[in-house]
């Protein structure tokens, strides 16, 4: 029986990787910041790129305050506020000030709170793409969203070659033992807690398998296909994070993790042959059936399953479910809609024994009393099963889950 392990960016973070969404706004608007600050703030300032335009003329501001409080701006919603002093202070006109954003989708992610995380992103753009059905001239306005998308993913990839992938070796790191022990094939010490993650009806099954396993491995026979264990590591991320993990379990001295494999299911950094799968994967939405309707390709431009056909690896990843029984292991993914096809593809496949969560536990309890997201994360897979009853037949309760380990560390390079 072997096992997916669905890798998402929470496990980057998990690393001390700078690989949220926060991190990457903050990187762009920290570059923003740093110009405009090596400006003669006695004069006037400017700053433009590809995104956005921004001139301020202090000459013709006569508020000592304002000026400082401009010199302090160090994030963007210091630089929202400054924004909207000036504007109450009647600064806010063509001669002292003009900002503007020359990419609305840019501007939207910045101004909704609500986004937080990449997955939100991939929403907010899906959104943006069925406000496109109502337009009068739609080619016109999918085409505008579509190029103003790619040049955040272009800043995105920019961001992570950067900032992650150059900055960190991700051949050398500590305290990973803990993780990789999660792999560890020797069910003996606590086999009644490993057949408990499974259902009534595969418990008999499974049970069968661990002592088929245990003869062999205590006989000393060749393992045979049907009892060989491949984990599948299906990698969300654009980073390596995990191919060291993969490698180190696949020591040929040592057989208690199994055949490990690692497929980056969206994309890797400067990878023409698996460049970056951004966009939206939710073909079960009812406004996707009026997208097809449209008839207009450049609305699927930034569907997911298109892109997955770019490639391999998605027939990689069909091939492993369809091969054998196999439990799922969530380590860091939201499971959010934007993935749904994929996810539902392997959720709800009768293959697909269990799915257990790696929760991240807070380090201090949020306003509604949450200690950890392990149930946001169940509400999220829920949503990829048409059948519900199946769906709670196969999610390891939360007694016998646990938290993501935080204590790995990548070196510097």
């Given at each position: 029986m072997?096992?997916?392990?669905?890798?998402?960016?929470g496990?980057d973070?998990?690393?001390?990787?700078?690989?949220?969404?926060g991190?990457?706004?903050?990187?762009?608007?920290e570059?923003?910041?740093?110009?405009?600050h090596?400006q003669?703030?006695?004069?006037?300032?400017y700053?433009e790129?590809?995104?956005l335009?921004?001139?301020?003329?202090?000459?013709?501001?006569?508020?000592l305050?304002i000026?400082?409080s401009?010199?302090?701006?160090?994030?963007y919603?210091a630089?929202?506020?400054?924004?909207?002093?000036i504007q109450?202070?009647?600064?806010?006109n063509?001669?002292n000030?003009?900002?503007t954003?020359y990419?609305?989708f840019?501007?939207?992610?910045?101004?909704?709170?609500?986004?937080?995380?990449?997955?939100?992103?991939?929403?907010?753009y899906?959104?943006?793409?069925?406000?496109?059905?109502?337009?009068?001239?739609?080619?016109?306005?999918?085409?505008?969203l579509h190029?103003?998308?790619?040049?955040?993913?272009?800043?995105?990839?920019k961001?992570l070659?950067e900032?992650?992938?150059?900055?960190?070796d991700?051949?050398?790191?500590?305290?990973y033992?803990?993780?990789?022990?999660i792999f560890?094939?020797?069910?003996?010490?606590?086999?009644k807690?490993?057949?408990?993650e499974?259902?009534?009806?595969d418990?008999?099954?499974?049970?069968?398998?661990?002592?088929?396993?245990?003869?062999?491995?205590?006989?000393g026979?060749?393992?045979s296909?049907?009892?060989?264990v491949?984990?599948?590591?299906?990698?969300?991320?654009?980073?390596p994070?995990v191919?060291?993990?993969?490698l180190?379990?696949?020591?040929?001295?040592?057989?208690?993790y199994?055949?490990?494999?690692?497929?980056q299911?969206?994309g890797k950094?400067?990878?023409k042959?698996n460049?970056?799968?951004?966009?939206?994967g939710?073909?079960?939405?009812?406004?996707?059936?009026?997208?097809?309707?449209?008839?207009?390709?450049?609305?699927l431009?930034?569907?997911k399953?298109?892109?997955?056909?770019q490639?391999s690896n998605?027939?990689?990843m069909l091939?492993?479910?369809?091969t054998?029984?196999?439990?799922?292991y969530i380590?860091?993914?939201?499971?959010?809609?934007?993935?749904?096809?994929?996810?539902?593809?392997?959720?709800?496949?009768?293959?697909?024994?269990s799915i257990?969560?790696?929760?991240?536990?807070?380090?201090?309890p949020?306003?509604?009393?949450?200690?950890?997201?392990?149930?946001d994360?169940?509400?999220?897979?829920?949503?990829?099963?048409?059948?519900?009853?199946?769906?709670?037949?196969?999610?390891?309760n939360k007694?016998?889950?646990?938290?993501?380990?935080?204590?790995?560390?990548?070196e510097s390079?």
């Amino acid at each position: 029986m072997n096992r997916l392990v669905i890798i998402g960016n929470g496990f980057d973070l998990a690393h001390g990787l700078p690989t949220s969404y926060g991190h990457f706004i903050d990187w762009y608007w920290e570059k923003v910041f740093k110009k405009l600050h090596s400006q003669n703030t006695n004069d006037s300032i400017y700053y433009e790129d590809n995104l956005l335009r921004f001139d301020l003329n202090l000459f013709g501001i006569y508020s000592l305050s304002i000026v400082n409080s401009f010199k302090a701006i160090n994030s963007y919603t210091a630089f929202e506020k400054f924004l909207v002093t000036i504007q109450e202070n009647n600064y806010y006109n063509d001669e002292n000030h003009s900002f503007t954003y020359y990419n609305s989708f840019f501007q939207i992610i910045n101004n909704r709170k609500s986004v937080q995380n990449w997955v939100d992103i991939e929403n907010e753009y899906y959104k943006l793409l069925r406000d496109c059905l109502k337009e009068n001239n739609s080619n016109h306005q999918v085409k505008k969203l579509h190029e103003e998308f790619e040049q955040v993913k272009s800043l995105l990839e920019k961001y992570l070659h950067e900032n992650v992938a150059n900055l960190y070796d991700f051949e050398r790191h500590t305290e990973y033992q803990n993780t990789i022990d999660i792999f560890n094939l020797n069910y003996r010490k606590q086999r009644k807690k490993y057949l408990a993650e499974f259902g009534d009806k595969d418990y008999a099954f499974v049970n069968d398998w661990i002592d088929e396993y245990k003869k062999i491995e205590r006989t000393g026979l060749k393992t045979s296909d049907n009892y060989k264990v491949r984990n599948l590591f299906l990698n969300f991320n654009y980073t390596p994070t995990v191919d060291n993990y993969a490698l180190i379990m696949n020591d040929p001295d040592s057989n208690i993790y199994g055949e490990n494999e690692v497929i980056q299911i969206h994309g890797k950094l400067n990878d023409k042959d698996n460049p970056i799968n951004f966009g939206f994967g939710d073909e079960m939405d009812d406004d996707y059936k009026t997208i097809e309707k449209k008839d207009d390709n450049e609305y699927l431009r930034n569907i997911k399953s298109f892109l997955y056909l770019q490639n391999s690896n998605y027939k990689k990843m069909l091939s492993f479910i369809e091969t054998e029984e196999f439990q799922v292991y969530i380590m860091g993914h939201s499971c959010g809609l934007s993935d749904r096809i994929l996810l539902n593809k392997i959720f709800e496949h009768n293959n697909c024994l269990s799915i257990k969560v790696f929760y991240h536990q807070f380090t201090k309890p949020k306003a509604d009393g949450r200690t950890d997201n392990y149930t946001d994360i169940v509400q999220n897979i829920s949503r990829h099963f048409n059948k519900k009853e199946m769906m709670r037949e196969k999610i390891v309760n939360k007694s016998l889950c646990e938290p993501l380990s935080q204590n790995v560390r990548f070196e510097s390079k």
